[in-house]
């Protein structure tokens, strides 16, 4: 499903470079949840980016970066073809949840497709994009919060409806970067429940990143990523 | 802080529509104030004045374009005040009937009877209202009418002038914009002492007036003297106007410059008969007279132009009717050639004041949009904020798939809201406080004891209140216009954005 090829990335830091990315390879397969496995600093996170079309990898001439989404080709891609990637095909579950705080809750799961249609055609799909926000909110038990602020919601509750929002435009693949990270034990364990269960019932690929092993044995396959690079793959239909 | 920006752009918005109507009503009150003595077109031929005007008048009295025309004679001359001062004057003989068809004369007497106080006279204490008075008033406003006045000592009605209410100096304005008529004037006595002369000039009040005399050639040949009854003031709203003028009859004027009508003498020998010379005694041919008739001149007439017509397009007219004039006068009357620059629209005479008061505003407004300019500013910075504080905000949209100009939009959208309601709410408040000006301003007079448009010094009673809507839209599109304008490179600044930098933003 999606097909990672010699991915570099170096940042740099006023005149300092930071290599964090030393040519990762990586596939996907559909309905897959692999997990990336690393510590903090591992390019755990910029990996994800690259392969959310959030970041694009370093060129590099002798052996050029290549994501392959389908018979997609990411990295060919412009900047209004990633923006259609990422709001079609991809959704972003992130840590600190991100959402809008000026938004209620409803509204915070519907911008994504606001977003996909744009203010138009949005207009004209409205109703059935509440209507899945709502069928999504009820599924998180949280049907009752539609009209709350995200503020006054706890961290659970709000992890849930970030993975609601990434939901909205029924992406094939879910990239969600250490998403029971801000959580207790507890609380991540019903994230991952909920996951878990999103994957069984809607046949989703999920990318998860994290640096709990915990976390990361729940997956089908876990990748460790050390200082840029994949060096294990474990797990069901590891490579 | 939207809320920041969008107050500066109402108050912005506000001033500049306060300051741009009253200004502009100012202007407006001016110049239609300056108009209302000297009609739409005049024909002029300062000095040796012009013959055969009441013809002219009738051909331009026969036009439909134009509603009247009247003569005058205007010039220079010296006026002896009650006080003994004496001053420059500009001197206006008129034919009151005409002159009232063709200005606004009437309007502008003073001293006459009314039913209403004035804007500012809350308690009523303008003579004028006084019940007491009513009949000298309307004796006074007549008299003004007709620019005569009765001599009580001959019984004899006399010709007499209408001066500018400030001219004397003695008519005392009083905060409530009237005029108090029971000051006294002193005049300074040769062995020191004075003598209280009265203010009140309509009630038997004289000025002397001198005017040079000119000859045919319009070359001075002596000072002429007369004294002259003061039938009533008049007030017309421009305070160099009102200072300085004095309407006599208009056959005065004609007499005293010597440009009424005469025998035009000519003086030749007559070989067949003689008379005795009574320098020398001796005989010597007879001179004989060659009677003529020098027909009455003026130096200007005035016309009023009919509603709805074009100014320029008047003038046009009148010059025609000039040339058709001259031609049945060829000889007798200044040529067209002449003329062409003579006839004139009452905007071209007072083009001198209209320009420094449009300058004025113009100034004032240009330093008001300095100042409201800064809004452009204040509002990029506080934009500027509102997107650093959103950073993270923008990188979300970005992950959701928002493209870079839809970034942007989304801010520009944002400052344009925020433009169309503080401008909005600038134009409602400017538009309440200007149509409500004078209530705000008598307000502040009474709370705070703050006088800023004081009747003693400025001539109109009221603050001009008027908003005209062309003006209203000009200044609420630019003050929307600042608003995008201000928001524009916030709005580049968070569309440039890396959207993992900006997730990553704390």
């Known amino acids: 499903m999606l097909r990672v090829e010699h991915i570099r990335k170096t940042y740099h830091l006023g005149r300092v470079k930071v290599p964090v990315l030393h040519g990762v390879d990586l596939t996907v397969h559909h309905k897959e949840w692999i997990t990336i496995l690393g510590a903090s600093g591992s390019g755990k996170s910029t990996l994800m980016h690259i392969m959310g079309g959030l970041d694009r990898p370093d060129k590099h001439p002798e052996s050029p970066a290549s994501i392959v989404y389908g018979d997609r080709v990411i990295t060919d891609l412009g900047a209004g073809g990633l923006n259609n990637y990422r709001s079609t095909e991809v959704g972003f579950v992130f840590q600190f949840y991100h959402l809008l705080p000026e938004l209620d809750i409803l509204q915070n799961i519907c911008i994504g497709s606001m977003i996909r249609h744009g203010r138009f055609g949005y207009g004209s799909q409205r109703k059935g994009v509440e209507s899945r926000a709502k069928e999504l909110l009820d599924r998180f038990g949280l049907s009752d919060r539609m009209k709350h602020r995200p503020a006054e919601l706890s961290g659970g509750e709000r992890q849930r409806v970030a993975i609601a929002r990434a939901l909205i435009n029924e992406p094939a693949l879910l990239l969600a970067d250490e998403p029971t990270g801000n959580l207790d034990l507890k609380t991540g364990e019903s994230i991952l429940d909920v996951l878990a269960e999103l994957r069984q019932s809607s046949g989703l690929t999920m990318v998860m990143v994290t640096h709990d092993e915990r976390i990361a044995s729940r997956a089908d396959r876990v990748i460790r990523l050390i200082d840029g690079r994949v060096v294990e793959q474990t797990g069901v239909g590891s490579v | ?506």
């Open chain 2, 1 to 506: 802080m939207p809320i920041l920006a969008m107050l500066a752009v109402m108050l912005s918005v506000a001033t500049i529509l306060i300051t741009w109507s009253v200004m502009g009503g100012f202007l407006k009150t001016l110049v239609n104030s300056g108009r209302s003595l000297i009609g739409d077109v005049t024909v002029s031929w300062p000095n040796v004045g012009f013959a055969h005007y009441d013809e002219l008048i009738v051909m331009l009295e026969d036009d439909e374009m134009i509603d009247g025309a009247t003569p005058i004679i205007e010039t220079f001359g010296l006026i002896q005040l009650p006080d003994d001062r004496i001053e420059l004057i500009t001197i206006k003989g008129i034919d009151p009937v005409s002159y009232d068809r063709v200005t606004n004369y009437t309007d502008t007497i003073w001293w006459k009877p009314i039913n209403e106080p004035t804007a500012k006279d809350r308690d009523g204490s303008d003579v004028r209202l006084d019940p007491q008075f009513t009949g000298a008033m309307a004796m006074f406003e007549s008299n003004a009418v007709t620019l005569t006045r009765l001599n009580p000592d001959s019984g004899q009605t006399e010709r007499a002038g209408v001066l500018g209410v400030e001219v004397t100096g003695l008519n005392i304005r009083t905060e409530d914009g009237i005029y108090d008529p029971r000051a006294n004037g002193f005049r300074a006595l040769p062995d020191g002492g004075i003598e209280r002369v009265p203010g009140f000039m309509p009630a038997g009040g004289t000025v002397g007036l001198t005017v040079l005399s000119l000859d045919s050639t319009g070359k001075p040949v002596d000072p002429v003297t007369r004294t002259i009854p003061i039938a009533n003031e008049f007030q017309s709203g421009i305070f160099e106007i009102d200072q300085s003028t004095i309407f006599v009859p208009l056959e005065t004027m004609q007499e005293m410059l010597r440009l009424d009508e005469a025998r035009k003498v000519e003086l030749v020998e007559n070989p067949f008969a003689t008379e005795v010379d009574p320098v020398t005694g001796k005989r010597r041919p007879k001179m004989s007279e060659v009677v003529g008739i020098d027909p009455a001149r003026v130096t200007t007439v005035l016309v009023r132009s009919a509603d709805g017509t074009e100014l320029n397009e008047v003038r046009d007219r009148v010059f025609e009717i000039y040339q058709e004039f001259e031609a049945k006068h060829q000889g007798g009357v200044p040529s067209s050639f002449s003329m062409e620059n003579q006839i004139r629209t009452w905007e071209d005479l007072n083009a001198t004041m209209i320009n420094a008061v449009k300058k004025e505003t113009g100034l004032v407004l240009f330093i008001f949009g300095i100042v409201s300019f800064t809004s452009v500013f204040l509002v990029l910075a506080i934009f500027w904020s509102m997107i650093s504080e959103k950073t993270k905000d923008i990188g979300i949209l970005r992950a959701l798939g928002a493209s870079t100009t839809g970034v942007a939009w989304l801010w520009i959208r944002y400052g344009t809201a925020i433009g169309l309601i503080g401008a909005s709410l600038g134009t409602a408040a400017g538009y309440a406080v200007v149509i409500n000006i004078n209530s705000i301003h008598d307000w502040l007079g009474r709370t705070f004891n703050l006088v800023i448009w004081d009747p003693r010094t400025y001539y109109f009673i009221e603050i001009p209140s008027e908003v005209e809507i062309d003006k209203a839209i000009i200044v609420f599109v630019v003050g929307v216009l600042t608003c995008v304008l201000g928001s524009l490179i916030p709005a580049f600044r968070s569309a440039r954005m890396d959207p993992v930098k900006a997730l990553r933003f704390e």
